[in-house]
């Protein structure tokens, strides 16, 4: 830990960054593969103890609390990362934690599926982890993927409100005995002796349930079905204060470009007794605020010109919220109190310039923030401000390999593709690069997603090997507008590929890139366009590396007949030419280059049978392909081992087609 230094003072000293010497491809592949070592902060209601998660070997987790009186820190939760991986762990109170832990399982048939389980965690030690959901049993009517989520954290008292997921028995004819109830309950439970309160009963048509951060449950979401399938629509109820009746607040569809129709509830705010949302206005994400008093009155709150407002900003649980965000070529957030406005503006003096802010939590009073700043070539550090004091004490770096350590910059750009349209995209330079480079296209994943300024682990490893990279947010990205996301990128997968490719022909012409050393690089969605762009553009590029890819858009729509969201994901897919034009398996003749392909087994997004059918289509057709698979890992390939490995063989694969 780091010694407390006051507001006022210039915190570029704790920030402050060297240039990075030339490493290895091993020292790289180590240092930009291994897992970031703390991740998922929070704050106690005091403000005097903070968790994170702390990445240890390979997979492993561990949730670590500081204490920041005393200066001690406390392991109290680990996992595996192989038969279950912890994702988070929040402050109930003082004394508890409540944690999530993640993991994949297998149906009788062999469908995959994801389940997540939430405990409880005493600081200390002094009692037994308890797991918050109801009981498995043998004769479970359907399977329980998640056991619920916390709806709120009670002030001042060690329990929670949990939407608790219960699931009936069949015990067979003849017997009285078995639970009868199913679907989302609303219950007090005491993390003390775990006893619990029913506050709303299980009701199988809720799927989510929204407190106002006191303690009172205001607003549901109810899916609604489509002749018996789920198709995105949903209706959201409210309850006014003093009520136990359930009144329409409004009405929702999720859309097969990744948008929606209609106001969507994001957050409940006590103090205007309202619920913040968003809706598409003149095409674009706008923020509104929506009573509940029954009054129906809706209030624009904010919106922008030209990119989709991404929601309200809050600064803990149950305290106002104090203004929006949104993001073009920067995040950017407006605040609605001018002490907040204040705040920000004394920390960007203090900060290195181009530092961003990050809110991850409050104490229950609101006096003592925890909070992240960081940028695109100097990764993130923790600190906690005391609002009362001015101090500001920085905790940790959250990857502390590269503290001292100037990393590539970022710079925004805007190119123009084939048809005119203007394109935004983010260029990674490498350290002290000299005329046209090697370069990477590395497209994001989703599609229904889009890259931000700020440090990118794979993007920074990529320069670090002395290659210039673009991440273009290619028409079928989100954060731009209805119209941007052009159906979405599967059914509009020649507009998203061709941005994709004139992302780096705009390197080449700029004079950044050279035109005969030129890979593509992509995750998920991303490997998808890498290995589409391979056999569209066989002139631009010389490798491909597809992390989790989807190959063939048939496939896609059939695997996903074992899931409740089937009817969703044919809609997105769609029907027609393109499942045999987009699908990269259908067309490896046109595929001239090396390929690398990385998958893990245990991927629920994208089944492994993807990569495996394309590497078998590759190999058929005498192309060049290499295949890491990993057993235990899911889409994020969240080890460091196999990170490290995959880096390294991508090294290999650039420095070999493209490098100097």
């Given at each position: 830990m780091i010694s407390k230094l006051s507001l006022a003072a210039a915190l570029a000293v704790t920030m402050a960054a060297v240039p990075a010497t030339a490493q290895t491809l091993e020292q790289d592949a180590r240092n930009f593969g291994s897992r970031q070592t703390y991740f998922a902060p929070d704050i106690s209601p005091s403000g005097n103890q903070v968790v994170f998660l702390a990445s240890g070997a390979g997979s492993s987790t561990v949730a670590q609390v500081f204490d920041m009186r005393t200066g001690e820190m406390a392991n109290v939760i680990a996992a595996d990362g192989k038969e279950n991986s912890l994702r988070s762990c929040t402050f109930a109170s003082e004394q508890t934690l409540i944690c999530r832990v993640n993991g994949v399982s297998k149906t009788d048939s062999g469908v995959r599926f994801d389940w997540s389980r939430l405990m409880a965690v005493s600081v200390d030690g002094s009692r037994e982890t308890k797991l918050l959901g109801q009981d498995a049993s043998f004769y479970d009517t359907r399977l329980?993927?998640?056991?619920?989520?916390?709806?709120?954290?009670?002030?001042?008292?060690?329990?929670?409100?949990?939407?608790?997921?219960?699931?009936a028995e069949n015990r067979g004819t003849g017997t009285r005995m078995g639970r009868k109830q199913d679907g989302l309950a609303v219950e007090e439970i005491s993390l003390g002796d775990m006893d619990a309160d029913m506050i709303f009963q299980p009701d199988d048509r809720v799927s989510r349930y929204y407190s106002d951060g006191r303690g009172e449950v205001?607003?549901?979401?109810?899916?609604?079905?489509?002749?018996?399938?789920?198709?995105?629509?949903?209706?959201?109820?409210?309850?006014?204060?003093?009520?136990?009746?359930?009144?329409?607040?409004t009405e929702m569809r999720f859309s097969p470009n990744g948008g929606h129709e209609g106001f969507l509830p994001l957050t409940v705010e006590a103090q205007s007794n309202s619920v913040l949302g968003l809706q598409v206005r003149d095409g674009r994400e706008a923020l509104y605020r929506m009573a509940l008093d029954g009054s129906g009155k809706v209030e624009l709150v904010a919106t922008h010109p030209s990119v989709d407002i991404t929601g309200p900003v809050r600064l803990g649980r149950g305290l106002p919220v104090i203004g929006y965000h949104y993001a073009d070529e920067y995040g950017h957030t407006t605040y609605f109190d001018p002490t907040y406005e204040q705040l920000a503006a004394n920390l960007a003096r203090a900060l290195p310039e181009g530092t961003q802010i990050t809110y991850r939590g409050a104490s229950a009073d609101g006096q003592k923030l925890l909070l992240s700043a960081g940028s695109d070539s100097i990764v993130e550090?923790?600190?906690?401000?005391?609002?009362?004091?001015?101090?500001?004490?920085?905790?940790?770096?959250m990857r502390p390999q590269f503290e001292g350590r100037t990393l590539a910059s970022v710079e925004p750009v805007t190119?123009?593709?084939?048809?005119?349209?203007?394109?935004?995209?983010?260029?990674?330079?490498?350290?002290?690069?000299?005329?046209?480079?090697?370069?990477?296209?590395?497209?994001?994943g989703g599609p229904s997603a889009r890259d931000y300024w700020g440090f990118d682990w794979l993007a920074q490893f990529i320069a670090a090997r002395g290659y210039a990279v673009i991440q273009p947010n290619y028409r079928g990205s989100a954060g731009y507008g209805e119209s941007f996301l052009n159906g979405n990128g599967f059914q509009g997968w020649q507009t998203a590929?061709?941005?994709?490719?004139?992302?780096?022909?705009?390197?080449?012409?700029?004079?950044?890139?050279?035109?005969?050393?030129?890979?593509?690089?992509?995750?998920?969605?991303?490997?998808?366009?890498?290995?589409l762009g391979a056999a569209e553009a066989p002139d631009l590029?010389?490798?491909?590396?597809?992390?989790?890819?989807?190959?063939?858009?048939?496939?896609?729509?059939?695997?996903?007949?074992?899931?409740s969201n089937h009817e969703m994901v044919e809609r997105m897919v769609g029907s027609g030419p393109?499942?045999?034009?987009?699908?990269?398996?259908?067309?490896?003749?046109?595929?001239?280059?090396?390929?690398?392909l990385v998958h893990g087994d245990q991927d629920t997004n994208v089944?492994?049978?993807?990569?495996?059918?394309?590497?078998?289509?590759?190999?058929?057709?005498?192309?060049?392909?290499?295949?890491?698979?990993?057993?235990?890992?899911?889409?994020?390939?969240?080890?460091?081992?196999?990170?490290?490995?995959?880096?390294?063989?991508?090294?290999?694969?650039?420095?070999?087609?493209?490098?100097?």
């Open positions: 329980r993927q998640d056991d619920g989520s916390i709806v709120d954290y009670l002030p001042g008292k060690d329990a929670v409100l949990m939407a608790r997921d219960y699931v205001r607003v549901r979401q109810i899916r609604l079905s489509d002749g018996g399938n789920y198709l995105g629509r949903n209706l959201f109820e409210y309850r006014p204060l003093g009520s136990n009746k359930w009144e329409k607040l550090q923790l600190f906690v401000l005391d609002q009362a004091t001015r101090q500001m004490e920085p905790l940790v770096h190119f123009t593709a084939r048809d005119g349209a203007r394109i935004p995209a983010y260029v990674t330079m490498p350290n002290a690069a000299a005329g046209p480079v090697g370069a990477v296209v590395l497209p994001h590929i061709n941005d994709i490719e004139d992302a780096g022909r705009y390197l080449i012409d700029e004079g950044i890139a050279d035109a005969d050393r030129m890979a593509i690089v992509g995750w998920s969605y991303g490997g998808y366009a890498a290995l590029y010389k490798a491909a590396v597809a992390i989790a890819p989807v190959t063939d858009l048939r496939q896609l729509v059939e695997e996903s007949q074992d899931y393109h499942l045999n034009d987009g699908s990269p398996r259908r067309r490896v003749d046109e595929i001239n280059v090396p390929v690398l089944d492994i049978a993807h990569s495996t059918r394309m590497e078998r289509a590759l190999e058929g057709a005498g192309k060049q392909v290499q295949f890491l698979r990993y057993g235990e890992l899911d889409h994020q390939l969240d080890d460091s081992q196999a990170r490290v490995e995959m880096l390294t063989a991508m090294g290999e694969l650039l420095d070999r087609t493209i490098g100097n």
